[in-house]
């Protein structure tokens, strides 16, 4: 049996549903804030002694996942801003998006501006002064 290719569009928000629904059912019962606790840390920052971009993205999904918004945006800021982007994008690529909103799907699907981004946010987190220091996990 061969699969239907409309159905496709859906793989991208399909993937995104099922990846969100497990790690909320693990982070509801796993506090990855309580040592000796079953979830991997950041071996970037392991090996280097430098947060990354990810780091403390566990910790901030099992704040979300428990509503304590500030408790995530300390833990990491980019993740928390990042979510209703990449969803309006799986929302588009689904065909699920109001077509009057392309220009908004447009402007978040540039690569350029998330990779400034993310390097920018990588070097600012990783500065020692206020306000840059806020962006450290934690």
Do not use: E
């Amino acid at each position: 049996m061969k699969f239907p290719q409309h159905l496709l569009r859906y793989a991208p928000l399909a993937a995104i549903a099922s990846i969100s629904a497990g790690a909320a059912v693990i982070l509801r019962r796993v506090d990855p804030n309580v040592p000796g606790n079953p979830l991997p840390g950041c071996p970037f920052y392991a090996l280097t002694g430098i947060w990354c971009p990810g780091c403390g993205s566990t910790r901030c999904l099992h704040a979300l996942v428990h509503l304590d918004l500030p408790q995530a945006m300390a833990m990491n800021p980019l993740l928390v801003l990042s979510i209703i982007p990449v969803l309006v994008m799986a929302l588009h690529g689904a065909g699920l998006w109001p077509a009057r909103w392309l220009p908004l799907v447009r402007l978040f699907a540039r690569p350029i501006p998330w990779l400034v981004l993310v390097l920018g946010y990588w070097v600012a987190r990783n500065l020692p002064w206020y306000p840059f220091n806020l962006l450290a996990p934690g």
